[in-house]
C-alpha cells in the first residue's frame, strides 16, 4: 500500500450538520477523526461505493446515467489518492466522508445520491470485511511460504541428528528435521485457522443500513456477486454490530505469534555460545554497540517480542467489545489501529521468520560431538530392558541406577563396559552397545510420528502434499 | 462430574526417585503438585490406558494375559474413585502416577508394564484432548439450545416492535425478534468456531512418548479407533508440546462472553425503571439487603462480569506458552485450571442465559408509548424525500431541520401539520402520514436481513433448519 | 512535540559494522530499525549526551575542548531536527545511531569519543527515563485539572439532586455534586499512583554501560544532577534490563482509563432518551449520517472504547518482559510505540474528559419529575422505622410489603395514606411524609462521606486543599 | 487459613424475599451464590460486625445490652466456623448473609438488628480491605525474606565471577553477586509497590451503607480505629463502587510474577547441561518418568508458568471493572476468586523461590573454565584503547577485526601475541595481558553501581540497612 496520502486545507461544513447549532469542539474533533489511519481503506471503500452505485442504478432506485457519473467520479478519486492530491480533510472526519465530500464537489448534487439506502455503520463493515478478505488471504499465503522453508529445510536433514530437549535439558536425540515438522504442523494449524477465520470475514453486510435495512428495493446479492463476497449476512443488526471476525483473526494471530515465539526462543538458546548448536545468518543478526564480538540474534529476539504487541491487540479489541449494546457505538471505531499493527507485525514476521530460517547454519560438528555423556540413550537403555522382558517401571529404575554410576564415576553410558551394565542389570548383553548409538536411537523410532528417518520422510510427503493441494486453491 | 475425591494417607516412595539422593522439599512438593485438580480427568485417564493396555497386547509388546489383567485393575480403579474409596496422595503429583501407583498395589510388578511406549507427557496430553473433545460437544450443544430459545422467542415476537438503537439512541423502530435473531447468528458464528475448534482438539497424542516416538511397535491408528478419534499427531514433539487446542477453545468462548456480555448489558439496561422494556423473572434477579423495592439483574450482571474470567484465562494460557521451547515444560501443567475454570463458567453462562431469556418477559403497553416523539421515523421521512427525488444527502438534510423544528416546538414529527412539513420542504405530501408509524417504518425494511416481518421469518426459518441439521450431527 | 522528521539519503556503513561480512538482509533491516518510532526521544537522547559530554570532560576523560565541540555539535543536531533539516537514515537504526553518525559527520573524529563509557543499553534506558519523567508530570497536571473540573461543578450542584443506582436500578436520592465528588476521590487515587510512579522513574540509569558498568572513572552522579534526577540505579545490570517504571505507568494508566470508561459509561446511559437526566454538549457530541435526530455521545463512547488500548498496551508490555533473561534483550526495543500510544491516548482522554463536564448540561426538570413513583427513598422507611424500635431485618421487611403493594396499585411510597401506611405497620406515624421526599432523603444522610450537603461541602474543602497543595509542588 | 467450610442443610427463606413472589431459580441461585469462595472472608466479616455493632451501642442506635448480645452471638459463631460445625447454606448466598442468619438464630431478633446503618455492599468493601490489609503486608514479609536471600548469597559470592549477558550472548564477566544484586533492586521497587498499595487499602468504608451514607448518627472513625484503619473514604458512592486497591494489588503482582519469570527463566537457562552454571537442588527438581538420567527444574518452571495466572487475573478484573457505572454492580462479585489465587500464587512462589535460591549451588570450575575463547572481556579492550587516546568508535572496530582474527584462528584474546595485536593496531602495549583476565575486567568496573567488588559491597550494605529499616516496620 502506497502512502500517499496527504493533509490539506480546512473546510468546514459537516455533512451531518444539519441539526446541530454549536460547531464541533476542535479538541473533540481530533479525537474522534478516525482519517489519519483509516485512510487505509480508501481502495476497499471505492470498490464498495463503486458496486453501491451500480446496484442502485440497476434496481431503478438512481438512473443509469447517475450510476455511472458515480462510478466515473469514485475512480477518479481513486486516482487522486493514488497519485497524491486528493485533498484529504480531518473536519470530514473518516475516509467515507472524504471521499464522499470530493465526490460531491467534482459531480455537484449526484454526489449526495451514492448515500441513498447506505449508512457509514454498513459501510464500514463493509470496507473492514473487503480490507480483512484480502489480508487473510495474504496472511495464508506467507504461512504456506513458511512451512515451504520448513519441508525444504527438513528434507535437506533428513540425516542430522539433534539433541532433543524437555524441560531444557537433553532427552533423546531426534532428526533436526523432525525439530522443523513440529514447527511446520504448528503452522499448519494457524494455516487452518485463518481458512476458517477467512469463512467468517467473507460475509457481506451492506444493505443493512444504520442498523434495520433499507425501505429502498436494493439487491444486496447483486453487491456481493460485484465483490466477490460467499456470503451475505442474513440480519441487518449482526451486520453492523458484528466485530467478532477481527476478534478470531486476531485471536489465531496471536495462537501463531506464540508459535514463533516458541521457534524465536529456540534459536536464540540455540544460538548461544554455550549451545552453539546452530548459526544465525549475519544477516539476521546485529552487532553490539561495545562490544564488538557480539552477534545478537535481534531478529529473532524481535519476532519474540513482537508476540506481545499482538497479544495485546487482542486484549483491547475483546476490551472494546466486552458489554456493548447494539447496534453501533463509537467505541467500534477502535477496531482498526490495533487489527492494522497486528496485520502488519504478523506479515513482517513471517517474511523474516522464512528468511531466517532459509540462512540458519547447525553447527554440525559440535552437534555431533555433544552428544557425548549427554545420557539422552537412557530411554533407550529402559526400552532394551523391556524388550528383555523388565517391567518397564523396573527398567526405568534399573536405569537411573546406571546414570547415577556414571555421574559419580565421570562416565557416558558409552564408556560402560559390559561388566558394569551387568553389576547393575544381569538382563543387559553385548547387543547393548548397538542401542545406545544417537543414531540406533533415532532409527529405532519408527512409531508414526516419531523421529526415524522412514517416519520424518513420511511427514515430508504429507507436508509437500498439502502445500501443493492449498497453493493451488489460491 | 461427581467431586468425590479423597485425600487420604502419605506414602513416601516417588515412582521416578531412582536417581534422586535427597527427597523433595515439601514445599516443593506442594508447589508443583497438580492431584488437586488434575483428578478432574480420572475417566479420561483410565479410558486411555485401558485402550494403550490393549494395544500392547494386540501388538505383542505384553501378553494378553497382563493386558487383561491391566484392564481389570484399571476398571476397578475407575469404581474406587467414583465410590469415594481411592486413596488419593498428593506426593505421587498427579493423576496419572495416582492410578499407576494403585495399579501396582493391586496387580504387582505388572503394574509397571502399563507405562511402556508412553511418557507423562503423551499420556496428559491424550487426557486432555478426550476431556476436551466431550466438553467442546457438550458446549456446542448448550449454545444450540441458546439458539433455539432466541428462534422460539423471535417466533412469538413477529408483529412485537421495540426500539432499535445505534449510540443507545433511539435509531429506529425494529420487531424485537430482529433483535434476538442479531444473537442468534452471533451465537451461530460462535457455534461454528466451537466446531472449528473440535477438529483441531480431534487428534490422538499417544504414541510420542516423551518427546521422539517409541522403538516399540505400537499401533497409534489402533489406540485412536479405540477412544474415537478422527486423527493422529502426525510428529511426535508436535503431539506432546501443542497446547494451542486449548487456546483456540478459550478464544472462541472468549469471543462468545463477549457476545453474551452485550446480551446481558441489554438486558441490564432495559430493565432499568428508565428503559422499562423488558422485566426479568423474579427467578433471575436478586433483591437487595437495604433497598426492598429493588429488584437487581443480578443473573445478567455476573454473565457479564464472568466475561472477565474467561479473557483472563485466555491470557493466562497464552502468556504461559509464549517462548517455551519444544518439548515440554512444567510451565504446561499450567493449562488445566483456568481452562477447566472457563469450560465450567461458559456453561453455566449457557444455561443460564437460556432460562434468563425464556422467562423474560416484554412491557408491550410501556414500549408501544414509547414511540411517541422520539424520532425514530426520521430516516424514514428521509427515505420518502429520496423517493420523491431528492439526492440522500439533501434528503437527509432537510429531516435534521425538521427534527430541529420539532425540538424547538416540542413536537413529535406526527404531530406536524402538513403545512409545516411543507415549509421546509415542499416535496412532502399528504402521503407522508402512511411512511411515519413506527409499523410502517418497520413493514418498508424488506431488504434481506432487515426488519421487515417477511425478512425475519425468512432468518427463522434458516435458524431453524440449521438447528434441525446440527442436533442431527450428534 | 513538533513532528518535523524527515527521512532522507541513504548511506550503507553500520556503526557496529566491524565484525560483520555480509551486509544487513533488507527485510531484516526494515524489521529491527526503530527509528520510525524512537525519533520521538531526540530531545531526551541530546539532553542527556550533552550531559554525558560534559561529565565526560569534567572527569578528564575527554578534553575540555572535546567536550566543548560535541556541546555544541549536539546543539546544532538539536536544530536541525527542529528545522526539519536533519537526514535521518532508516540503516542507523535509531535514533542514537542517527545522531551519532551526524555528529561524526559533523566534527569528524572526536564525534566518535561521545559514546566512551557508554552504551546503547543505559542510554536508551536514560532516554526513556527522560521522557517518562516529563510525561508523568504533564499526566499529573492534566488529572489535577480534570479534578478541578469535577470540584467547580460539584460546587455548582450542591443542590441538585440526582437518582443514586445500583445495579441500574434507582436505589437512593443523592447530590449531584456526590456524584462527582465519588470520581474526584478516584481520580486523586489515580494521580497519587502517577505520583509514586513518578518515584520509580526518577532514576538514573547512565553509567550502567552494557551491563557491568564501565572502567572509566565516570561521575553518575554529575550527571544525574544535571538532568535533574533524584536517584541513580544501584547495580548496573538492574539499570539496563528494568523496565517496570513503563509497566507500573501502563498499570496505572489503565486503572485510570478504567474509572475514564465507567463515567463514560454513565454518561452515555444518562444522555439516553429514557433516562433524559443529561445533555451533551453539541460540541462534544456528533450526528449520524442517516439519522439526523441522533445526537451520538461519540466523544464519550470513544474515551470508553480507548480503555481496550490502553489495557492492550499493558498486557503487551508484560508479555514481552515474561521470562526475559538479564540483562538486555532487542525484545525490550518493543517498550515504545506502545507505552507513546497510551500516554497520548490518557492525555487526550483527560482532555476532552474536561472538557465534556465543563460543558455538560443537566435535565434539571426531568430529573426533578423522575422521583415520583421511583420508591427512591424506602430505605429512608425502613430507616424510619427503625428509629421507631424495630430491628433492620424487620423493618426492611415492612417496606418490602409497602413497596409490592404500591406497585400492585399503581401508587408511589408518597401517594399512600397514613391508613395504608398503618395497615402495614402500625409504627408509622404522620411524620412519615417528611422523611419520604428526596430532599429529606439527603438531608439526612449527615454521616462522613454521605450525601448529606454538609457532607459534600466537606469533601470539596478536601478536594481544593489538596488541589491546591499539589499545584504548588510542581 | 483452615479450610473447615461444611455444607449443610437447606433453609427456604431468603433474607431479601419480602418483594418476591416467585422463588429464585435452582440454576441461577447457584450461579448468584458467592459462598463457595467468599467463606473465605469469615474473620474480616465477624471482626467488622464486632466493630459495627460496638459502635451502634457507643453510638445509642442499639442499647449496649444488645451490643453485648450481637458482639457474642458472633464470636460463637466464629468458633463455629473455626470448630467445622457451622451451619453453611448455599441459599444464603454469601459469607454476610450466613453469618446474619446464624445469628438471628442464635439470639432471636436482635440478630436484625447488626444490619442497621449498613448495606452488603459497604460490608464486602470492608471484608476485602480488612482482607487485604493482612495480605498484602503478609506479601511484603515474604518479599522481605527473599530480598534477604539474596543479600545474603549476594554476599557469599563476593568473589564468585559468572558470565554477564545480554542477548544471551557471552558479554561481559561479572560477579555472581551483582547478578543477584540485580534481582534484589527488582524486587525492592516490587516491595516499594505493595507498600504503596497498602497506603491505598487501608482505608474504611464501612457507613456509605449502600451508596449514599446512612441517616442514623455513626461513627464512622470509631469503626475506623477500632480496626485499625489509618484512612476513611470520603465519599459515600466511591467506598462501595472502589476495587482499584485490588487493581493495583493485581498489577504489583503481575510486574513482582515477571520479575520471578525472569529469575526463574535464567535459572532454568543456566541449569541446562550446556550452560552447566548451576546446579538446583534435588528438592527443587524432580524426574522423568521415562528419562531417569534428566533434573528438571520444575518448580523454576512452575514460577514461570504461574506468572500467566496473575497476568490473567488482573486483565480479568479489569475487564470486570471497565464500564461498570455506580456504585454498585453484581460483576463486582467477581473481584474476589482471582485476587485470592493471585494472593496465594504470589505467596507460594515468593516462599520456593526464596526456598530454591537458598540451595543453588554454583558450578565453580566450569564457570572458570568457560571464559576461554568467550571474547568477553573484548570491551576491556576497547576501553583500553580509548585510555591510549584512541576515539571509542575507532576503538570499537578495531576489537571487532581482532575478534574476527581469532575466530578465524580459532584463538581466544588471550592467544594473542603481542605482535598479532600490535598488527592490528600499534598502540598496543605488553600491559594489555593485564586487562583481558575476567578478573581484571570484572575489577576495573568501578563505577557506581558496576560489577567491581567494591561497587557490590556497597549495594550489599544499601539492601541490610534496607530490610533492616523496613523489618522494624512491621
Known sequence: MNRTVRWKGVQTLKLWGGRFKTSTDVL?????????????????????????????????IITQEEGRQLVEGLKTIQKEIENGTFPFRQEYEDIHMNIEARLTELLGEVGGKLHTARSRNDQVALDMHLFMKEQVAEVRQLVLELM???????????????????????????????????YFFMFKRDYERFSDCQKRTDM??????????????????YVAAQLGFGQLYENSMDA??????????????????????????????????????????????TGSSIMPQKKNPDVAELIRGKTGRVFGSLVGLLTVMKALPLAYHTDMQEDKERTFDAIDTLKNCLKVASGMLRSLRLQEDAIAASFKRDYSVATDVADYLVRKGRPFRRAHEVVGKLVLYCLEEGKGLEDLSLEEFQKIDSAIQEDIYQVITP???????????????????????????????EKKSF
Do not use: N
Request: hydrophobic share 45%; with cysteine; proline share 4%.
Open 28 to 60: 473533540a474533533e481530533g479525537f474522534t477523526s478516525s482519517i489519519s489511519f483509516d485512510w487505509r481503506l480508501y481502495r476497499q471503500d471505492i470498490a464498495g461505493s463503486i458496486a453501491h452505485a451500480k446496484m442502485l442504478a440497476k434496481c431503478g
Open 240 to 285: 453492523v454490530s458484528d466485530r467478532d471476525f477481527l476478534l478470531e483473526f486476531l485471536a489465531a494471530a496471536s495462537i501463531m505469534m506464540m508459535h514463533l515465539s516458541r521457534l524465536a526462543e529456540e534459536l536464540i538458546i540455540w544460538s548461544s555460545q554455550e549451545f552453539g548448536l546452530v548459526e544465525m545468518d549475519d544477516s539476521f543478526s
Open 439 to 469: 543414531e540406533a536411537s533415532v532409527r529405532a523410532r519408527r512409531s508414526t510420528g516419531g523421529t526415524a528417518p522412514g517416519s520424518v520422510r513420511k511427514q515430508i510427503e504429507l507436508g509437500k502434499e498439502f502445500i501443493g493441494r
Open 204 to 221: 457481506m453486510p451492506l444493505g443493512a443500513a444504520a442498523l434495520a435495512g433499507t425501505p429502498h428495493p436494493i439487491d444486496r446479492e
Open 148 to 182: 515451504e522453508t520448513l519441508v525444504s529445510r527438513a528434507e535437506e536433514h533428513l540425516e542430522t541428528i539433534f539433541p532433543g530437549y524437555t524441560h531444557l535439558q537433553r532427552a533423546q536425540p531426534v532428526l533436526f528435521s523432525q525439530y522443523l515438522m513440529a
